[in-house]
C-alpha cells in the first residue's frame, strides 16, 4: 500500500481558514480518519473519522468549524477544511487510513478509542494558528 501524503498546513491568524488534504497513489481504504497532535502534548487527538456506518463524527473541540468530505473520483482523497480556526488548534495534523475489518461484533471502521487500529499513517502537516 502507497503512503499516505498530506498537504494544505500553514500558518493563519485566529478565524482563519486552511484545508488540509490526504491521499495516496492508489485507492484509499474506506475507513479515513484525521489527528492532532499539540506541541508539548504526548496524547493523539481524533479530529474526525468514517466510522462503520460511512458517517463521520467529529470531536467536540472542532464540531461546527471542521468539515471531513471525500473526493469520490479522485482515488478517494479526503479534505478536512478548517474554519474559524483558533489557537488551540495549532497542531500537527495526521490522517490514517485503513480497510474495513472485523472487531467487536461487526465489520466496520475503528472506532473513537480504536486508534491503533490504523494500519497507514501520514507523516503530518503542521497546523499553525496565531492569536
Known amino acids: 500500500q502507497a503512503p499516505l501524503v498530506e498537504s494544505g498546513g500553514g500558518s493563519v491568524q485566529a478565524g482563519g481558514s486552511l484545508r488540509l488534504s490526504c491521499a495516496t497513489s492508489?485507492?484509499?481504504?474506506?475507513?479515513v480518519g484525521w489527528f492532532r497532535q499539540a506541541p508539548g502534548v504526548e496524547r493523539v487527538e481524533e479530529v474526525a473519522?468514517?466510522?462503520?456506518?460511512?458517517?463521520?463524527?467529529y470531536a467536540d473541540t472542532v464540531k461546527g468549524r471542521f468539515t471531513f468530505t471525500r473526493d469520490k473520483k479522485v482515488n478517494g482523497a479526503v479534505y478536512l477544511q478548517m474554519d474559524n480556526l483558533q489557537p488551540e488548534d495549532t497542531a500537527t495534523y495526521s490522517c490514517?487510513?485503513?480497510?474495513?475489518?472485523?472487531?467487536?461484533?461487526?465489520?466496520?471502521?475503528?472506532?473513537?478509542?480504536?486508534?491503533?487500529?490504523?494500519?497507514?499513517w501520514g507523516q503530518g502537516v503542521q497546523v499553525t494558528v496565531s492569536s
Open positions: 490514517a487510513a485503513r480497510d474495513r475489518f472485523y472487531a467487536r461484533g461487526r465489520y466496520g471502521c475503528p472506532e473513537a478509542d480504536q486508534s491503533y487500529e490504523y494500519t497507514l
Open positions: 492508489g485507492n484509499l481504504p474506506f475507513c
Open positions: 473519522a468514517i466510522r462503520s456506518d460511512g458517517d463521520i463524527e
